[in-house]
């Protein structure tokens, strides 16, 4: 069983940075941690689960447009961690942050393509 545990969120203002880190563990047959597309989603309250940013098996990235150019992607492969740099935080940036993970995946950015979630970590922007 996979297990994601994601860390790192908290309370900011505006313009502000915060970094969440998702930590992989348990893996499903012969699928490795290196094997897996992992992304991190949002939800705002009463809104839909959106895909922000996400990495693929061969390291490429992708972000949403509304994320793009203010949150990174890193993965550390020694610690099993995916890690994302949010920087420029905004109000509109609140939301709970979930880590995703799957071993095939085709569109990185859509909820549907994920059977492993994290619990969450919260993030405030306040203005």
């Known amino acids: 069983e996979v297990q994601l545990v994601e860390s790192g969120g908290g309370s900011v203002q505006a313009g502000g940075s915060l970094n969440l880190s998702c930590e992989i563990s348990?893996?499903?047959?012969?699928?490795?941690?290196?094997?897996?597309?992992m992304a991190w989603f949002r939800q705002a309250p009463g809104k839909e689960r959106e895909g922000v940013a996400a990495?693929?098996?061969?390291?490429?990235?992708s972000y949403s447009d509304s994320v793009k150019g203010r949150f990174t992607l890193f993965k550390d492969n020694a610690k099993n961690t995916l890690l994302m740099r949010m920087i420029s935080l905004k109000p509109d940036d609140t939301a709970m942050y979930y880590c995703a993970a799957d071993p095939q995946t085709t569109e990185l950015l859509s909820r549907y393509e994920y059977n492993n979630w994290g619990q969450g970590t919260q993030v405030t922007v306040s203005s």
């Open positions: 990495i693929d098996t061969d390291g490429r990235t």
């Open positions: 348990g893996y499903i047959d012969s699928h490795y941690w290196s094997s897996y597309a």
